[in-house]
């Protein structure tokens, strides 16, 4: 889909590496503007050089993080046109061996952090008419598994923000979308004594390329198009 987003502006959040570097990766060759960001330098870096892109280290978590964000992108291109909500963790655990700290962290990156990007990005794109936010959950979002119950619960909450944004927003050109993958191969579950792939007997699961194509696919919708 080379050029289908040309002269247009995304921001990307957990760029570093799996889907997010993936989705910038998939941007930039539809011809947009990229504002990639993450926590470690040294993994944006890994993204290479393109005249489209820059990059902005940081932690989505951080109060005024997602003002930055937006100023970053307006300073270097003069405009935003998508955000992509993708920044995520994951520990696994039944709900009363888990450690608290590790559940603390996924309410504040899936949750809190998403929602500050969205609450700041919607406001910039209602100045400009026209926008979209798309949201990063998971299959995991929508049923439960053993173990998996408060990451579910985190993206559950990913879901029902993003589905309430739709119907608040039904009367603007602002999109929103939610995207639930499956089983995606990142270092996401690099830190599992099992990795989810054997656990589930899965011989061939999702690569971070296959979520980029869908997200393009949203991503260059027309504008009467809602997905």
């Known amino acids: 889909m080379s050029g289908g987003l040309k002269g247009q502006v995304a921001v990307v959040t957990g760029s570093g590496s799996g889907i997010g570097a ?7 060759d539809a011809g947009a503007s990229v504002l990639a960001t993450g926590r470690r330098a040294e993994k944006l870096g890994r993204l290479g050089e393109h005249q489209s892109l820059i990059t902005l280290v940081g932690d989505v978590t951080e109060p005024d993080f997602a003002d930055r964000l937006l100023s970053r992108a307006l300073d270097a291109f003069g405009r935003c046109d998508i955000v992509v909500n993708n920044a995520g963790v994951m520990w696994s655990g039944a709900a009363h061996e888990i450690d608290i ?4 962290a996924m309410v504040r990156v899936n949750i809190e952090a998403a929602f500050r990007v969205a609450h700041v ?9 026209t926008g979209q936010i798309i949201n990063i959950s998971s299959v995991l979002g929508t049923k439960v598994r053993p173990n998996t119950g408060t990451y579910s619960a985190t993206k559950y909450a990913v879901e029902a923000l993003s589905e309430s944004m739709r119907l608040e927003l039904a009367d603007t050109n602002v999109k929103v979308t939610c995207i639930e993958p499956g089983l995606v191969i990142t270092d996401l579950h690099d830190h599992f004594a099992i990795h989810p792939k054997d656990a589930l007997g899965l011989k061939q699961p999702l690569q971070p390329e296959d979520i980029a194509n869908i997200v393009l696919t949203v991503a ?3 504008d009467h198009v809602f997905v």
């Open 101 to 104: 700290e590790h559940v603390v």
């Open 121 to 129: 990005f919607v406001r910039h794109f209602f100045t400009q008419n």
């Open 220 to 222: 260059t919708q027309p």
């Open 22 to 28: 993936a989705i910038t990766h998939s941007f930039l």
